[in-house]
């Protein structure tokens, strides 16, 4: 490595400062690992291709199948709006819970304890038979008129029972990521909120909440990514428009399950990855001030503005020196 | 500013702002506050001292409802903190009269506790704005003017972890001078800063005192105590050993407890 050494004598601004060279240390084991890693890449493509049961050609041929594509959709649709809901009530139930008013903090603690305790699958077939169970929904006062009723059939429909079915359980988790977040926030931030007379919903949507964000997303992505997936559970309601259950049907009706699972895994995957890239921006969102600092958040035009302003009206002050930790240590 | 004392015979010829009565403190079994008295005149600049342990965070958490006293009371002007009596009888105040009473009370932490997700600007429009329902244009000038005044316009659109500890503390200041408070508690504001920095931090309260400021200041500064206070109390163990003129107590404390605790911090 003597190369690298004679480089790094004319690397380097001008400075006549000789910058240090050390020999790196040798990784050995990195390059036998990466060897390893290379070979059964190999293997594994050769077997891709060269074995005939993966069946590409199907695997092409469904891949955008009017019936797949709309099984996105709806897993899309199903994804989304249980999450919302259930993100909805995980920030309601999280500040209940860290109420004052102890019926809040008991009646969440009972929902927790309850969606978290039963199982989704569970979850999902009642409220598949829900519209059996009360046939009409009746507004009124009990025992006294009916205001209005209609058949419950029209309203918990398959897709809402399957999106009440995952947002409601999913809701529990979420209550304890969100509920974890909100006491990572150190309590100071509390006490100098309500030291400035803020009331406390307030404090905890614009003090506590942002900040707690920061614990809280990187779990809640995890979430999504997991409802994902847990969406083929929906069969249970019954609702057969998912990707899953499309695949299967599909896999079924022409006896080839494995290139139509193969289609289904390239579409999860395919969607994990864009919500990866989603949750990378929301995380910088809330990681400003905190996080990422190198990014300077400060924009000079803004600056000068906001200085020549504080100027204007008294007379104008020496401007501060620059970051007054620079010059220590040079006592004269 | 020399109002006759009409509501409390027998003390000082002015009515004071903050008077603390009987003020006991109870953690669980543990009695923390053994009877505090203390009265504030407005524009005075009351001094604190005393160990650790002494119960003066207490005290000024008590006198802005961070905590509740277990007995006696404790008035801001003619406001009752924490109760209002009803036929001799004190009833809780409800969240909203409590925040209402904060507002006039600004106090500023050892810890900063600035909104580490808000700019120092941010910082300090936040209160105005989401209390008082300032418009953003008239929090924004004000807050800038605050930022001057504590010498960090430049500093403007800085995030808390941008700024030194100093100067987190002198944003912390102008944000509580952004709800223009009565009266300003400092709980040993200068007590988490590099030695170095104390000095901006103690001349921004210099400049407030001078504007006429009412403040409570617990500090371990006692040069700080000479040279602005008014008035020094001496706390330990829960009660108020010696109260005075800040110069004639540091020249020469007339108790035992406090000629100790003065030459440990002198
Ligand atoms: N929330 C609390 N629960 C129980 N005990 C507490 C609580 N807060 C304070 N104490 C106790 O009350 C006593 C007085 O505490 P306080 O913080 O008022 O002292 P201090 O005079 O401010 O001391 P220091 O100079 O160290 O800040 C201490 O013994 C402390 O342990
Ligand atoms: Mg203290």
């Known amino acids: 490595m003597s190369q690298t050494a004679k480089r790094g004598s004319f690397a380097g601004p001008d400075d006549g400062v000789e910058r240090i060279n050390a020999v790196p240390v040798r990784h050995p084991g990195r390059w036998v690992g990466a060897a390893i890693i290379v070979l059964v890449l190999a293997i594994t493509a050769q077997s891709l291709i060269t074995n005939p049961r993966f069946h590409w050609d199907l695997v092409g041929t469904y891949l955008l199948d009017t019936l797949v594509v709309q099984g996105i959709g709806w897993t899309l649709i199903l994804t989304v709006s249980s999450m919302v809901i259930a993100i909805a009530l995980a920030i309601m139930l999280a500040f209940m819970r860290q109420s004052e008013n102890p019926l809040f903090r008991y009646v969440s603690w009972v929902w927790v304890w309850f969606f978290r305790g039963t199982p989704v699958y569970t979850q999902l077939v009642f409220w598949g038979l829900v519209a059996t169970l009360y046939p009409k929904i009746i507004i009124g006062v009990p025992f006294g008129p009916e205001w209005f009723s209609m058949d419950t059939q029209t309203v918990v429909n398959a897709t809402v029972a399957a999106i009440l079915g995952l947002g409601l359980n999913e809701s529990a988790y979420l209550a304890e990521i969100f509920r974890a977040g909100l006491k990572s926030v150190d309590n100071g931030q509390m006490e100098a909120a309500e030291a400035l007379g803020m009331r406390r919903s307030k404090i905890m949507w614009r003090i506590i909440l942002p900040q707690a964000m920061r614990v809280i997303v990187p779990p809640t992505g995890n979430e999504t990514i997991g409802m994902l997936k847990t969406t083929s559970l929906v069969l249970a309601v019954p609702f057969t428009y998912d990707l899953t259950f499309v695949t299967n049907t599909i896999a079924n009706r022409i006896y080839q399950p494995i290139p139509l699972l193969i289609v289904a895994a390239f579409w999860y995957l395919l969607v994990t990855s864009v919500l990866m890239v989603g949750q990378f921006y929301i995380e910088r969102h809330f990681g400003k001030g905190v996080d990422n600092l190198t990014k300077a958040p400060v924009k000079p035009a803004a600056v000068a503005a906001a200085v020549a302003h504080a100027h204007n009206p008294a007379a104008p002050a020496d401007p501060e020196p620059a970051a007054p930790t620079s010059e220590g240590g040079t006592t004269p | ?266």
């Not at chain 2, 105040?93 to 900063?112: C, D, P, Y």
């Not at chain 2, 997700?117 to 209390?131: G, S």
């Not at chain 2, 960090?152 to 408070?181: C, D, F, K, T």
């Not at chain 2, 009266?183 to 931090?201: I, N, Q, Y």
């Open chain 2, 1 to 266: 500013m020399t109002t006759t004392a009409t509501g409390t015979p027998g003390r000082a010829g002015t009515d004071p702002l903050v008077r603390i009565e009987g003020v006991h403190k109870f953690f669980g079994e543990h009695h923390v506050l053994r009877g505090i008295d203390m009265t504030v005149q407005p524009g005075e600049v009351s001094v604190i001292i005393g160990p650790s342990g002494s119960g003066k965070s207490t005290l000024l958490r008590c006198i802005n409802l961070l905590e509740t006293i277990s007995a006696g009371r404790i008035q801001v002007r003619e406001d009752l903190i924490g109760y209002k009596e009803v036929n001799g009888r004190l009833h809780d105040l409800s969240t909203k009269a409590i925040a209402n009473q904060r507002r006039e009370i600004g106090m500023v932490f050892q810890r900063f506790n600035l909104f580490p997700h808000k700019t120092a600007l941010a910082n300090i429009m936040e209160a105005p704005t989401q209390v008082k329902r300032q418009s953003k244009t008239a929090a924004r000038t004000a807050a800038l003017e605050l930022l001057d005044r504590v010498g960090l316009a430049e500093r403007a659109n800085h995030y808390p972890s941008q700024l030194s500890g100093g100067q987190q503390q002198r944003v912390a200041i102008a944000r509580a001078l952004a709800m223009e408070p009565e009266l300003m508690l400092f709980d040993e504001p200068t007590s988490a800063l590099d030695p170095e920095l104390v000095g901006d931090v103690l001349n921004v309260m210099k400049d407030l005192a001078k504007s006429g400021m009412t403040m409570i200041v617990v500090t371990h500064e006692i040069g700080f105590a000479r040279e602005v206070g008014d008035t020094l109390t001496f706390m330990d163990g829960g009660v108020v050993v010696e109260t005075g003129n800040p110069r004639q107590i540091i020249a020469n404390p007339q108790h035992a407890r406090t000629k100790e605790f003065l030459s440990r911090v002198l």
